[in-house]
């Protein structure tokens, strides 16, 4: 693998091609945004029942700690 890579970097710095460098930065950012979507997928999504909660007749003060916790996230 190191092999590999070596060779890439040898080739990239002799590289001239502003348009072929150009497709590497892009493949580059296409895999940065792959992994971040990627993370954003597996975190675990926080559900509040802010809904149920009001239509079941929550006081002022769940309404407003609701809204803190809500902001929060």
Known sequence: MIEVKNELIEWI???DDLER???LIDIK???ALASL???IKSET???TYFD???AA???SDELM???AAHIEL
Do not use: R, Y
Request: charged share 25%.
């Open 13 to 15: 710095k002799n590289l």
């Open 21 to 23: 460098l150009q497709k």
């Open 29 to 31: 950012n296409c895999h």
């Open 37 to 39: 979507v990627s993370d």
């Open 45 to 47: 999504i926080v559900k």
């Open 52 to 54: 149920e909660q009001f």
């Open 57 to 59: 007749g929550m006081t």
């Open 65 to 67: 700690e609701n809204i």
